[in-house]
């Protein structure tokens, strides 16, 4: 099947290759070139997983992705909450247990009922949509095809990926995960909330690419809640074994030793890689990075070729974020259609980690600022605070922490923020508004805080890290 003379939106993901490869992002974007009087279609073809996964219309937020996954890092929260619930004077049996099952027969329920509304939305709003793969033939001409035939390669037959757990209809049971990626420390979460035995092997660093500083409260945290952690070690070879449990062998990076250990699954989470090769881009002219595979843009989200566009996760250097996309994809068709000539600013893009201890951030991290400022140009603001819920619970707060990193001179622009602690994709989303509006330390300070909130914290902080001083909150 051929279609002619149409603009592409070209977002590849993991498994997926196609134009316009779906996504939550896409239906918002799809739907509101139809609406600006395109004509636009969308295909959408998912590669199932090593394991034989599948799933539906949606893409990956939606089906393997933020929905799932927030679900059941909710789950694992209700678990914390029942075990502080008996502080607060709840009558609670000792002993408590998850249904796996019950858990992902709900999830996956919603998740259903999620691709069934998109396919209503792509209706309602006359797009064609096509589950087919496709490529280019030439810069105004799509071919697609269907999946049929298709083979999966047997490669890694004894692990799953993310793409994997949201789908599968039994327990985990006692799981490694390989990887220090969000997705990682996410799943590895929800799995230790839930009551299951996990590790996480870490080759380097975990978040990469996040605040460092952060990053070890995070993982901090998930230690004293129960994750246990490799650090600095690779697996070297998984062995199924008669009784069915996989005996993993990995190489201490330090030490040089092996050790083995046996696990009920291994959940791959090291990356994510483009997969641009089946679309035919280079046959056409669209420039990719040859190391990531990506698609080189520009900042009007163009390609090296003038009717061809690229936005979401395929384009280089763009966040990796459902909403960031959705945004960029309503800009664009605006602008295709001659409505306004807006481009998407990048800068700023607040994201939240939903790992049992939370971490929002939006802007620069430490490490950044000092590396395009100088140490001694920034000001750097922080606090150890407890949530007032944490209080009757008798919880650790020990990495319940802030930090605001500002420009010291001048009205002292804040650069990045950094909180974790409960909901902070809550209170992270709030704030991120103010880096619009070129928020400084001075706008913290002059804002009423809400009492008692986690979030007024963010308004109290008074004390630097070049002070030295203890940032300890005290009284309430």
Known sequence: MFLSKIVYHLYTFRKASSFVDFHTKTSHWSGGSAQLGQRVAVLDYVEPSLKGTKWGLGGTCVNV???PKKLMHQAALLGTAVKDARKYGWQIPESLSHDWSTMAEAVQNHVKSLNWGHRVQLQDKKVKYLNMKGSLVDTHTIRAVNGKGKEVPGAMEFGI????????????????????????????GFLTGIGLDTTVMVRSIALRGFDQQMSGLVTDYMEAYGTKFSWKCTPKSIEKLPSGLLRVTWMDLNTKEEHQDTFNSVLWAVGRASETKTLN???????INKETGKIIVATDEATSVPNIFAIGDIAEGRPELTPTAIKAGKLLARRLVGHSTELMNY??????VFTPLEYGCVGLSEEEAERRHGKDQIEVYHAFYKPLEFTVAERDATQCYIKVVCLREGDQRVLGMHFTGPNAGEVTQGFSLGFQCGLTYEHLRNTVGIHPTCAEELIKLNITKRSGLDATVTGC
């Open 281 to 287: 881009l280079e046959k056409v002219g669209v420039e």
């Open 347 to 352: 800068d700023n893009v607040a994201t939240t």
């Open 161 to 188: 990926t993310s793409d994997d757990v949201f789908w599968l209809k039994e327990s985990p049971k006692k799981t490694l995960v390989v990887g220090a990626s969000y997705v990682a420390l996410e799943c590895a």
């Open 65 to 67: 992705g933020c929905i």
